[in-house]
């Protein structure tokens, strides 16, 4: 069976700025416990990682261990309205159907969970690009990536690391990565810094997304 070329982009901060409907589910989650949200720019740094461990970040500094109670809340808010918060990041659309025109198979990777990605790709009209959407479960067993990716591997049997990149913001989306032996792509429009992703190896840094489909095709090519 011959490889197909595959590109696994990941949601947040990548194809999508989410940051509004975060915030605010987060900051929902936080009063729901009775605590001030306080400056929303703490928990602007903090998205990028699983839920979990945001919620968890934010509830440190309150002594609160309370975080199955937190969860429980932010899913609420963001059901209801946080998701509708995320705007495509401009141009992505269009970098999206470069690379599915040039024979590329998409795959989400996202740690967000299904029923939530699902309604935001659709809402904004980018669910027809992808060949497999791929999200966290309940349990926890797929919200790292390198548990995710190497998920994707195992089912989709046509596709392998060497002929894939995983495109992300974040240092876990290189390490996720770097972890099943696929090369990572960091993306600088989303919510990590460049320093961020040299210090975790990314193999190449795309500035724009006008650049994102030139360059994915041109490391997939050789």
Known sequence: MPMARSVLLDLDGTLVDSQPGIVASCSAALRALGHEPGDAREIRRAIGPPLEDILQALLRPHGDDRLDQAVAAYRQHYGESGLLGSEPYPGIGDALCDMRQAGLRLY????????????????????????????????????????????????????????????????????????????????????????????????RLVERTADLARIVLSMLNG
């Not at 998920?151 to 913001?169: N, P, T, Y």
């Open 108 to 203: 989400l990777a996202t740690s967000k969970r299904d029923v939530f990605a699902r309604r935001i790709l659709e809402n904004l009209q980018l669910a027809t690009y992808f060949d497999g959407i791929y999200c966290s479960v309940p349990g926890g067993q797929l919200d790292h990536k390198p548990q995710l990716l190497a998920h994707i591997l195992s089912e989709q049997r046509d596709i392998r690391a060497s002929h894939s990149l995983m495109v992300g913001d974040r240092r876990h989306d290189i390490a996720g990565a770097h972890a099943v032996k696929m090369r990572g792509v960091g993306v600088l429009w989303g919510y990590g810094s460049r320093d961020e992703l040299e210090a975790a190896g990314a193999d």
